[in-house]
């Protein structure tokens, strides 16, 4: 069947087994993989892939069934009114009726149009680069050029028919360095057009590695330190989810009834821009327009992140925050584009500013090292010693330590240095921030 013979099929048969409102959710996805070692093509992927989620709402609650095969929507219905009957509590989730969008521009990717050929070829010329960048290269661990592009389709009983794409491309590396006894690994990608700079991405790959050895630990204390971008935005998208209605409203989020207070110190902001141009989106996964907002403004909490359901228990409206996290998942809350606003510093003024600490510039242990009720975590982490605003000693072997919020209130600077990782349905990113009192546990440097 056609999509659109199987939705007008699968709503006649919600209708008339008495469902209020039915609901579709049809994504089609293509993509293209090429991994290569030892100038061979290692790993080779195209997929195509369709699939629908069906919601359906029956005696106020919420049913969901999901087919990867276009045919038999009268039984795709009658498991989703299965999973309604199950429901031992009302779910008092609405639908979204139709309405108008913004006009949504794609970013421009001029590796989207390559041919196989030229992408397998980047691939390979990456991992070249990566091999020239430094002498002791020893391997390359991983050289990888990705492209795809999906189409997400929403339609529904109330009117509401609206059609987003996407597009993504990025190139991935991982250099290993051996210099004497000691092995390190660094990495580094890139995306859209900057696919096709493979010797800085194999540049900054190497250099990640190079500044790793002979490190040291740190004597246990509390340190001025600065979090690079990509250490600062793990530890925001760990705690992402205590910005979230829903969490809110279910006891797991610290912020719950914060709004309007100060939870941060007045240098940060932090916005959720579903129009940024990074991975623009004309509305969310339930269908409402993009809303660009502050979340929190100069330190103070402006608004929790809201889809239909938490707004409508708030009494307030919906942020555009609806996700879910696949198209037979059902309807969560979740940032868009989530970031903190850049300052106007480079990382090297952060440092002067600093004078004598630590730059983290990676912290792991994510699952298991935090609590995202609470706030607090513990986190495995390396990076460098700072004297006199200037790196010397690469560090490891140490743990840091806190509580979320507080760190947050503890941020004296941002930087300018804001990028977002890996494109994906959520993109979360973080600036440097210069954080004063955070707790280190280590060992006493060598001397």
Avoid: W
């Amino acid at each position: 069947m056609t999509f659109e013979a199987f939705r007008k099929a699968a709503f006649e048969a919600a209708l008339a087994a008495g469902c209020t409102t039915a609901e579709t959710c049809f994504s089609e996805e293509e993509s293209f993989c090429a991994q290569v070692l030892d100038q061979q093509l290692e790993k080779y992927t195209v997929s195509l892939s369709c699939a629908l989620g069906l919601r359906v709402q029956y005696q106020g609650r919420n049913g969901y069934a999901y087919t990867e095969q276009l045919e038999n929507p009268e039984q795709l219905v009658a498991r989703a009114l299965d999973n309604a009957r199950v429901i031992e509590n009302t779910d008092d989730h609405p639908m979204m009726g139709p309405c108008a969008y913004r006009p949504v521009a794609l970013p421009e990717d001029p590796c989207a149009g390559l041919s196989e050929a030229e992408k397998i070829a980047l691939a390979m010329d990456l991992e070249k680069q990566a091999l020239a960048a430094d002498p002791r290269v020893d391997r390359v661990e991983t050289a990888l050029v990705e492209t795809g592009h999906g189409t997400l389709r929403l339609d529904n009983t109330l009117g509401l028919s609206a059609t987003r794409q996407d597009r993504f491309s990025l190139s991935y590396v991982c250099a290993i360095l051996k210099q004497g006894d000691q092995v390190q690994d660094g990495a580094a990608f890139r995306v859209r057009g900057e696919v096709k700079d493979t010797a800085a991405c194999a540049a900054e790959a190497a250099a990640e590695a190079a500044c790793r050895f002979d490190a040291q630990s740190a004597a246990p204390g509390t340190y001025p330190v600065v979090f690079r971008y990509d250490a600062a935005a793990d530890l925001l998208a760990a705690f992402a989810s205590v910005f979230s209605a829903d969490a809110a409203q279910k006891g797991l989020s610290l912020l719950a009834g914060q709004e309007g207070q100060r939870i941060a110190s007045e240098a940060v902001t932090i916005m959720d821009d579903p129009f940024h141009p990074y991975a623009p989106r004309a509305f969310d996964d339930e269908g409402v327009p993009s809303l660009t907002k502050a979340v929190v403004e100069k330190g103070v909490l402006k608004t929790l992140l809201h889809n239909l359901k938490t707004a409508r228990k708030a009494g307030v409206s919906s942020t555009s925050n609806a996700s879910r996290g696949s198209v037979g998942s059902p309807v969560g809350v979740a940032p868009s584009n989530f970031y903190i606003v850049p300052g106007e510093k480079t990382r090297e003024q952060l440092l002067a500013d600093m004078g004598d600490g630590l730059l983290i510039t990676e912290v792991s242990g994510l699952h298991a090292g935090l609590n995202p009720v609470s706030g607090d975590f513990s986190l495995l982490a390396r990076g460098m010693r700072v004297e006199n605003g200037r790196c010397t000693v690469p560090v490891e072997q140490i743990t840091v330590a806190g509580q979320f919020l507080q760190l947050l209130k503890h941020v004296r600077a941002v930087g300018s240095d804001l990028k977002f990782g890996f494109p994906g349905s959520v993109n979360i990113a973080s600036p440097s921030l210069l954080v004063d009192d955070i707790k280190i546990a280590g060992k006493d440097l060598a001397k």
